[in-house]
């Protein structure tokens, strides 16, 4: 069952730019963990302070599982740059009919 790990987040003042190349190095390294499937980085066009960060995982275990083998160094960076913490929610992929 693939899943989806959807966040929502909001770059500080001044700190878009700094966020979007975090989330960036952020991206290249959750994509080399063990059952990541793939992960997306978008800017909202309206708001560029807001970023919406969606991972794709083969399970809700295999992310929790990942979250261990992160390296921290790589979630630093884009905590540093965030204005409040990041909205996150588990989303099923649906079949359309």
Same mark, same amino acid.
């Given at each position: 069952?693939?899943?989806?790990? #959807?966040?929502?987040? #909001?770059?500080?003042?001044?700190?878009?730019?700094?966020? %979007?190349?975090?989330?960036?190095?952020?991206?290249?390294?959750?994509?080399?963990?063990?059952?990541?499937?793939?992960? %997306?980085?978008?800017?909202?066009?309206?708001?560029?302070?807001?970023?919406?960060?969606? %991972?794709?995982?083969?399970?809700?275990?295999? #992310?929790?599982?990942?979250? %261990?083998?992160? @390296?921290?160094?790589?979630?630093? @960076?884009?905590?540093?740059?965030?204005?409040?913490?990041?909205?996150?929610?588990?989303?099923?992929?649906?079949?359309?009919?």
């Amino acid at each position: 069952m693939t899943v989806a790990r #959807h966040y929502v987040m #909001h770059a500080a003042a001044g700190q878009d730019a700094v966020l %979007e190349t975090a989330l960036g190095g952020l991206a290249d390294a959750v994509r080399k963990l063990a059952g990541c499937e793939g992960v %997306e980085l978008l800017r909202d066009i309206g708001n560029e302070r807001r970023f919406v960060f969606i %991972e794709k995982w083969a399970s809700v275990d295999a #992310h929790k599982a990942a979250g %261990e083998q992160l @390296p921290k160094d790589a979630i630093a @960076p884009v905590m540093g740059a965030l204005d409040g913490p990041p909205d996150g929610a588990y989303l099923d992929y649906l079949k359309i009919v």
